[in-house]
């Protein structure tokens, strides 16, 4: 087991019910302190990436592994145990709405922590200067935009100094400034707390500029292809290109299998 | 009419699996209770949205249904020259039956729908996930505080909607048509007994407090994280605890009031 | 809403729920009569107990001086055993009589207690024996429909009539 490898996905297959297989034998490593992009179309099993790594779902077969540690899905004090090591920022944010944004990212410092009132104070108030939102921090949920929302979640995500963060579709549908805010976002945090992030996305151009290493995962749950991102610019795979370059047909066609057109309108030949 | 069986069947152990879906998850909640006691502050807050928030709508019915139990029972009981005991008439209907059902019902309406819609756009806006994948369990932060919030709160306000009821039947029965006063209590406190007729409706409205709170949480946890989904777990949420209330109540009465 | 402000108000709200039961416990029920320090017990046989039911009164002199604790049938003289709880500190003559009565013409049923004239008292345990039983109805409209019928048979013995006692039916 290599120290260098954070995170190592080996051989899994993962399905939720018996007749749909998310993902099939996939395997891929996440080295530590580096910021690594899954990609892939809709209903690739990025998210359920994610998902498995933090345990929410027992792998069918094959083995995640958090840090050395198999991860085990049915241990609870396990779990817990590795969830306060990771941080996650939802496509959503999934902020509390009843908490007001300094509450929202006090949160996991008041249940995991014993600190004080003020020190928890002078935390959350870090917290939210690194992602540029400490003066919006007595602002309730319902009163801050997507963008701003995102911040936040990503300030609480880092609250407890996790050693991994992982950002489920951390650019869409964000504006082009925002977008730029949160690549250069993550990857500053990256740089200065040292820790890994994996970012799932679709956006394959701002996840460029910021990635060290990129899977891309193609639809069937398997792993497409891998690299550095000149290597994948460079790839000659016809998937890979087309996904890339944002080709409309390609391996991934673009009709839905469906008989002949002449056949459908009820004409001749 | 094989195919009908089969259905029927299968809707059968579909039921029996909701049944006991619903078994688990109130063992659960159980099993959570110390966790939550130990932020106090929490179950307050909760009593506090749950119990005050409620307080108009309970008051405000418990004085009408004060008003009018006085006047209907006047009616029929002056019949028999026995308009005196007025006042028993309407404390016992209140403390034995009306106080703990009515409030139960009035509180499905009211705290039940908000608190299933809560849990339920809670669940859809990711936010329970959220908790679960920052190490903190969902049930003992957010469900059981609300549980025990509703428990603490139901019997109180069952106590309140009886007594404004008692004052406003005094209103309506020696203020409006003119009984004596000192009849009016005296009579009720040779009849009502604080055991039998008091202490039952407390259990009763505890039991239906138990009762409201978990189909409404329930309900809540359990809906589609859509907005038809939400709708319908709050439709639901008012009809099943109505409907348990009621069927509940009627053992509970049997139970308790059987012997004269 | 502040922390300190939510506390207050549900403080507020639990202190309310205690005010109404206190209130109901107080006015509007019988609690006045809860607390009062342990009584003694007196027995007394009734051949017909009528309407009387377990913690019914007790009364003499129209005022409560105890309640009924317990109804059971007698195995023996099939009478109807009643146990009465009395105040303490309240002595009754050895002699008093236990009445059923009913409190006004369709009420509940309680116990008059006649105070009689001996020089001792009831010690605990002790039963009385001057005991009237409960009015039945029934009986009592037999009784006025059987004195009804006689009367009418004594006032036309005299008339040569014969007709004039079956009309009474």
């Not at chain 2, 029929?76 to 309407?90: I, N, R």
């Not at chain 2, 409205?205 to 777990?233: D, K, M, N, R, W």
């Not at chain 3, 607390?35 to 003694?40: E, F």
Request: neutral net charge; proline residues 4%.
């Amino acid at each position: 087991m290599n120290s260098d490898t954070l995170i190592d996905i080996d051989h899994v297959t993962f399905g939720y019910d018996a007749s749909r297989t998310i993902l099939n034998d996939v395997s891929l490593t996440f080295k530590r302190g580096k910021v690594t992009a899954i990609l892939g179309g809709s209903g690739c099993g990025k998210t359920t990436l994610l998902r498995l790594i933090a345990g929410v779902h027992p792998v069918n077969s094959g083995r995640v592994v958090f840090d050395g540690e198999t991860v085990d899905a049915a241990n609870r004090d396990q779990l817990y145990r590795l969830r306060r090591r990771l941080g996650m920022l939802f496509q959503f944010g999934a902020l509390f709405t009843d908490l007001t944004v300094f509450e929202n990212v006090a949160f996991p410092l008041r249940e995991h922590t014993s600190l004080s009132d003020t020190m928890i104070r002078d935390i959350v108030l870090m917290k939210l200067n690194a992602v540029g939102l400490r003066g919006a921090a007595q602002l309730r949920i319902s009163e801050v935009s997507g963008g701003m929302a995102r911040r936040i979640a990503l300030a609480r995500a880092i609250a407890l100094d996790p050693e991994l963060i992982m950002y489920d579709e951390p650019f869409a549908g964000l504006d082009p400034i925002s977008m730029g805010v949160a690549a250069n976002l993550i990857r500053k945090l990256n740089d200065a707390t040292g820790s890994t992030s994996l970012i799932v996305s679709h956006d394959v151009q701002e996840c460029f500029t910021i990635a060290d290493y990129a899977y891309l995962m193609s639809s069937g749950g398997r792993v497409a292809a891998h690299g550095t991102p000149d290597e994948l610019r460079d790839s000659a795979d016809p998937e890979v290109r087309q996904f890339i370059r944002g080709e409309p047909d390609g391996p991934v066609r673009f009709h839905y299998p469906a008989r002949a057109l002449a056949e459908d309108l009820g004409m001749p030949g | 009419m094989t195919a009908m069986l089969q259905a029927l069947g299968a809707r059968t152990l579909r039921w029996l699996l909701s049944l006991g879906h619903a078994a688990t998850f109130f063992v659960d909640l159980l099993r959570n209770v110390p966790t939550a006691l130990r932020r106090f502050a929490l179950v307050v807050a909760q009593v506090h949205a749950i119990g005050n928030r409620s307080l108009v709508i309970i008051v405000a019915s418990g004085l009408a249904v004060g008003f009018v139990l006085a006047l209907q029972m006047y009616y029929a009981l002056v019949k028999y020259g026995a308009a005196e005991s007025l006042g028993l008439v309407v404390n016992l209907s209140l403390v034995r039956e009306l106080g703990p059902v009515v409030t139960a019902l009035l509180f499905a309406g009211r705290a039940g729908t908000s608190l299933t819609a809560e849990i339920g756009l809670m669940k859809a806006g990711e936010q329970l996930a959220a908790m679960e994948l920052m190490a903190i369990d969902p049930r003992a932060r957010v469900l059981v505080p609300r549980f025990l919030g509703g428990i603490v709160a139901m019997p109180i306000l069952a106590l309140l909607f009886s007594t404004v009821g008692i004052l406003g039947a005094y209103v309506v029965a020696v203020l409006l048509i003119g009984i004596d006063a000192g009849n009016f209590w005296s009579i009720q406190q040779s009849g009502v007994d604080i055991w039998r007729d008091v202490g039952n409706g407390i259990v009763k409205s505890s039991v239906f407090g138990v009762i409201c709170t978990f189909v409404a949480l329930y309900q809540g946890y359990e809906t589609q994280a859509t907005p038809e989904g939400v709708a319908y777990a709050t439709t639901r949420t008012v009809v099943v605890s109505s409907l348990a209330v009621l069927g509940m109540d009627f053992i509970l009465t049997a139970l308790m009031f059987s012997t004269p | 809403m502040s922390k300190r402000g939510i506390e207050t108000l549900v403080g507020l709200f639990v202190l309310l729920g205690i005010l109404a039961l206190v209130f109901i416990a107080l006015k509007a029920a019988n609690l006045a009569s809860f607390g009062q320090r342990d009584g003694y017990m007196l027995q007394a046989r009734f051949d017909n107990i009528g309407g009387l039911k377990v913690r019914a009164p007790v009364r003499s002199a129209g005022v409560v001086v105890g309640r009924v604790k317990s109804i059971k049938l007698d195995p023996k003289t099939f009478q109807g055993l009643v146990t009465m709880e009395i105040e303490q500190g309240l002595q009754f003559p050895r002699d008093s009589s236990a009445k059923i009565l009913t409190s006004g013409l369709l009420g509940d049923q309680y116990i008059g207690l006649e105070a009689g004239g001996d020089d001792k008292n009831f010690a605990p345990g002790d039963t009385v024996t001057q005991t009237q039983s409960a009015v039945v109805l029934e009986n009592l409209i037999g009784q006025f429909l059987f004195n009804k019928a006689a009367d009418a048979g004594a006032a036309n013995a005299p008339s040569p009539a014969p007709a004039a006692p079956a009309s009474k039916k």
